[in-house]
């Protein structure tokens, strides 16, 4: 996923890591690091 991207990224990326159980929070916090790379990028 978004490795490079900046601290907010990364930090929201390892949030998704640790609750990775349930699919559908995972595709919802797919969608919003994609948002946040449209922002910021």
């Known amino acids: 996923m978004a490795r490079h991207s900046g601290p907010k990224i990364s930090k929201a ?13 995972k595709s919802r916090a797919g969608k919003v690091l994609a948002d946040h790379k449209h922002k910021y990028h």
């Open 13 to 25: 990326a390892k949030t998704l890591s640790n609750t990775k159980s349930n699919s559908k929070q």
